[in-house]
């Protein structure tokens, strides 16, 4: 076995799902349709980090891509804050009997929505951007969105701006119950969060999958305690993903991404088993 086969079958995406080696070797243009495990196509750009990571694993954030797998239930509401293109959104879909997207860049939820009708589940994209209250806001596009597009954001200092209309998550939900809320927004995580107070406060929003920019205890971190949130950190290993305490750690140039529960020990009875089910796809696996 040379060593570039070697390093491959060390990273579970391709170990797991060997068939994804091959699509690697293979290649392809820039902009690339790509297969995910639980079958949805997505339309990814190469040049992008993102989409080149699928294009390459078939998968993005494998650990989180798993927690989400293992914590939605089939008969939850599912909200996607910072949809981006759609890949967790085809995700819950696919766990889920619902799930709302919201993505407020104009070009990309223009991607999010050819993505979406190719995708089997009940998916409602919202074109606002989730904050904590009802209004307008920019977005900033940086130095770099070009290679990343998921840089983009409220109060982000960017070459191009523009106004996004936005919504509490409180008035998106209604009066519903969440299973799963996943949460990206480059660094307006608290302000969203706090247009789900309600929600929160009631415990109808049971699991909120978030990115933080700071070192933890962070003013999100300690709004999703103060409101009954048990916190977890997730890490990968080779035959799992793995829930631990939240470190506090600066975090890297990618955000590290945090489990923050109302049930943590039913998260713990659902992530304990080793293996990949997101990588097998089956609807039934736990």
Not at 53 to 63: D, N
Not at 75 to 94: C, E, P, R
Request: proline share 6%; net charge neutral.
């Amino acid at each position: 076995m040379n060593r570039a086969a070697g390093r491959a079958l060390a990273n579970p995406a391709y170990a797991f799902r060997p068939s994804q080696v091959i699509r690697r070797l293979r290649g392809g243009p820039n902009i690339d349709v790509v297969t995910l495990p639980w079958d949805a196509r997505i339309k990814v750009d190469r040049r992008e980090s993102v989409g080149s990571g699928i294009a390459r694993t078939g998968v993005h954030e494998l650990a989180v891509s798993e927690t989400i797998w293992r914590l939605a239930d089939a008969g939850d509401l599912a909200i996607d804050v910072g949809a981006n293109v759609g890949y967790f959104t085809s995700l819950l879909a696919h766990r889920s009997r619902r799930v709302i997207a919201l993505e407020a860049h104009p070009a990309i939820v223009e991607r999010l929505r050819e993505n979406a009708r190719g995708w089997s589940g009940r998916i409602e994209i919202d074109p606002r951007a989730a904050s904590d209250s009802s209004g307008v806001a920019t977005i900033g596009e940086p130095e770099g969105f070009g290679s990343n597009a998921g840089t983009a954001g409220i109060g982000v200092q960017g070459t191009r701006t523009f106004e996004v209309e936005t919504v509490p998550l409180d008035i998106v939900i209604g009066g519903e119950m969440v299973g799963v809320c996943k949460l990206d927004v480059e660094g307006h995580e608290l302000a969203a969060l706090r247009g789900m107070s309600d929600a929160m406060q009631a415990r109808r929003v049971r699991d909120v999958i978030f990115e933080d920019h700071e070192p933890l205890p962070s003013p999100t971190s300690e709004y999703l305690v103060s409101v009954g949130y048990h916190l977890f950190s997730i890490s990968q290993r080779f035959r799992r993903a793995e829930l631990g305490p939240p470190e506090g750690r600066a975090p890297a140039w990618d955000a590290p991404t945090y489990l923050a529960t109302l049930q943590p020990e039913r998260a713990l009875e659902r992530m304990w088993k080793p293996g990949w089910h997101c990588l097998r796809a089956q609807r039934s696996s736990r």
